[in-house]
């Protein structure tokens, strides 16, 4: 099995569910996602559950 998140130093990776009536809510989480700069992404690697939860959400 092949994963191409091995080759880079990868430190967050997301999965989302999408269903229908979600595809607004995902699709700004996505925007979210992909506009996150190293250190956004250190940061949220540094947070609880809770904290990571209430930053991201």
Not at 5 to 14: A, E, I, N, P
Not at 45 to 57: E, G, N, P, R, Y
Request: with cysteine.
């Amino acid at each position: 099995m092949f994963f191409p998140w091995r080759q880079h130093d990868v430190k967050l990776v997301f999965f989302l569910a999408i269903s229908h009536k979600d595809k607004a809510f995902t699709k700004q989480m996505m925007q979210l996602i992909a506009n996150l700069d190293d250190d956004s992404v250190n940061h949220l690697c540094s947070l609880d559950d809770h904290s990571f939860k209430a930053t991201v959400i």
